[in-house]
Each structure stands twice: as C-alpha cells, then as structure tokens.
C-alpha cells in the first residue's frame, strides 16, 4: 500500500505564496510521474502540474509563470511553489502519484488534500 500525505496548505493574502509538499510512503520499486491537481467547490477536480521522475514538467495554463513543481526522488517528495496568488487559486489541492507497485504493475495513487484559500 502506498500512501500520499501533503501539507503545506493554509489562508494567504492574494500576491502571497504558499509551498506544499507531497511525501510518499510504503511498499514501491519507483515512482513515475508526481503531480497536483485541485478541486475548487463545485467544480470538477483539474490538473494544475505534473513532473516526470526525470524531471519534465507541464502545466496549467492559468498557473504558467506562477507555480513551479519539483520534485526529489531520494525522499519521495513533489513540491508545489505557488507564488502570486490568487482568490481564484482557493481549492482543495491533491497530491497524484503513478507508482510502480511491482516490476511491471502500476497503480496511481492521490492523497487526501489540503485546503489552500487566498483571500485578503
């Protein structure tokens, strides 16, 4: 079983910043591609950015310029730095994982979320 927990979520101002952070747990050969989506009230969850275990990146456009995701393979972490924010930034942000779970099965994997509000 492979666990996702992210953190780093809270209440800023619009311009602010905030970093979350995705650590993941368990029993896994590797993981492939690490991502954020979010998921504003009423609205279906969408991607905000992906990051390959090499490293290649893709974006929303609506973030594009603002949000940056890196990730570290050695301590299974996926960061989101989000910068200028905005209110309509304010959404639940999930954590997603695409893990090898055996030499060749794979399973994706989200964590439970973690609320991000911008707001002055």
């Known amino acids: 079983q492979v666990q996702l927990v992210e953190s780093g979520g809270g209440l800023v101002q619009p311009g602010g910043s905030l970093r979350l952070s995705c650590v993941a747990s368990?029993?896994?050969?590797?993981?492939?591609?690490m991502g954020w989506y979010r998921q504003a009230p009423g609205k279906q969850r969408e991607l905000v950015a992906v990051i390959t275990r090499g490293g290649s990146t893709n974006y929303a456009d609506f973030v594009k310029g603002r949000f940056t995701v890196s990730r570290d393979n050695a301590k299974n972490t996926v960061y989101l730095q989000m910068n200028s924010l905005k209110p309509e930034d304010t959404a639940d942000y999930y954590c997603?994982?695409?893990?090898?779970?055996?030499?060749?099965?794979?399973?994706?994997?989200w964590g439970q979320g973690t609320q991000v509000t911008v707001s002055s």
């Open positions: 997603n994982a695409d893990v090898m779970t055996g030499v060749v099965r794979r399973s994706e994997y």
């Open positions: 368990g029993r896994f050969f590797s993981i492939n591609t």
